[in-house]
């Protein structure tokens, strides 16, 4: 009976690890692919300037040809009067779309890019003409006349003031 057993239990160690190394080439095969969107847009622009925004989409290194991505833009702390275009699918990866810049200020973007049953959108920031410094100095002046008691509770005005909302 003891032969028995030290004969099986060699045979059920390599069976487990048999079995541990099918798991492993399983899930190896069964990896999940990231949808990946680059979209680096220029740092600046000018006032009334043409500005293609461009977004490249990926899914494990290769390039998307059947994404849906619109881009979606508005002044910091202004996401309200948001304006969201379609972007153009260039058939090889790139997704464009001209926008034109009207007013001073930093303007936030999102990319909204949906492949592979993925959402993704990589958000950045491009500075108009004089950006916010223009619009600060507008709004400083309008909150020194107007609106002083914003100073007492929020010593950083460049928030969309979210945080006001516990007091609903």
Known sequence: MKRLIVLFIPMIILGLMTAC???DTNAEN???KIVEAEFNPQETA???ETVTLKNTVTLGGE???DAEVKFEYWI???QDNSVTVEAENNDDGTYTADVTFEEDADYEIYAHTDAADQHTMPKRTIVVGEGGE???HHQDHNDNNDHDHH???NDNNDHDHDHHNDHN
Do not use: F, R
Request: glycine content about 14%; aromatic content about 0%; charged content about 30%.
């Open 21 to 23: 190394g099918n798991e």
């Open 30 to 32: 069964n990896e999940v």
């Open 46 to 48: 000018e006032v009334g």
């Open 63 to 65: 390039k998307v040809t």
């Open 76 to 78: 910091t702390g202004d």
């Open 134 to 136: 223009a619009n600060a």
């Open 151 to 153: 100073n007492d509770h």
